[in-house]
C-alpha cells in the first residue's frame, strides 16, 4: 500500500520561505521510474499542479511559480522503497496560501502535472501566507 505523507507546511510572512516534505513508502522501485509531484489547492480554486520530478533527476514546473520553487527527491537505496520528496518555496505571497498536496505515479517517467494522471495522494499540509 503506498502512502504518502506531507509535512512542512505552516504560517510564514510574505517574503518568506517554507520546504515542503513527503515521504513515500510502500511501493516497489521498477525500471519505469516513479514520479512525484506538489500540488496545491486554494480555497475556491481548482488543484493545480506546480512542481514534478520523476526518479532519474527530471523535473519540471508550472509556469506562474518556476521562479520561486524547486523541487527534487531524494531515494535513499532502490532496494528500500522510500523515498522523499521535497519542495522548496522562496519569495513567497500571499496568493501561495493553499493546501499542498503530494501525489505518486508509479512506473513511469513522464513529467505529468495533470491531476488525473496521479493514482497516489498524500492528506495534504496548509500554507498560509500572510501580508
Known amino acids: 500500500q503506498v502512502q504518502l505523507v506531507e509535512s512542512g507546511g505552516g504560517s510564514v510572512q510574505a517574503g518568506g520561505s517554507l520546504r515542503l516534505s513527503c515521504a513515500a513508502s510502500?511501493?516497489?522501485?521498477?525500471?519505469?521510474?516513479?514520479?512525484m509531484a506538489w500540488f496545491r489547492q486554494a480555497p475556491g480554486k481548482e488543484r493545480e499542479g506546480i512542481a514534478v520530478s520523476n526518479s532519474y533527476g527530471g523535473t519540471n514546473y508550472a509556469d506562474s511559480v518556476k521562479d520561486r520553487i524547486t523541487v527534487s527527491m531524494d531515494i535513499p537505496s532502490m532496494d528500500n522503497a522510500k523515498s522523499t520528496l521535497y519542495l522548496q518555496m522562496d519569495s513567497l505571497k500571499p496568493e501561495d496560501t493553499a493546501i499542498y498536496y503530494c501525489a505518486a505515479i508509479l512506473y513511469t517517467d513522464r513529467l505529468t502535472l495533470q491531476q488525473i494522471d496521479f493514482v497516489y495522494w498524500g492528506q495534504g499540509t496548509q500554507v498560509t501566507v500572510s501580508s
Open positions: 510502500g511501493f516497489t522501485y521498477s525500471k519505469y521510474g516513479m514520479v
